[in-house]
């Protein structure tokens, strides 16, 4: 499952970046993101993001994105 970037962003929204992955979960938890938000944010390999766009660019590259796409980049249809 994927995140919509709706999620993401009302989760981090008046965050003071720059930030850890630790700070970014911490935040999105006490804002209302889901279990499995705070888990991704928490796991992003990258040790500071200095804004959104860098955060939703490293959950971009972990397919972390696209609400109901799949973890291997399809829709999850059989065609």
Do not use: C, I, W
């Amino acid at each position: 499952m994927g995140f919509q970037v709706t999620e993401v962003q009302k989760s981090l929204k008046g965050f003071d970046y720059p930030g850890s992955p630790a700070q970014l979960a911490r935040h999105a938890e006490s804002h209302g993101g889901s279990k499995e938000l705070v888990a991704a944010l928490r796991n992003l390999q990258k040790e500071s993001f200095d804004g959104p766009n860098a955060v939703m660019h490293s959950l971009s590259e972990d397919n972390a994105l696209g609400g109901s796409t799949t973890r291997d980049g399809t829709d999850g249809e059989t065609r």
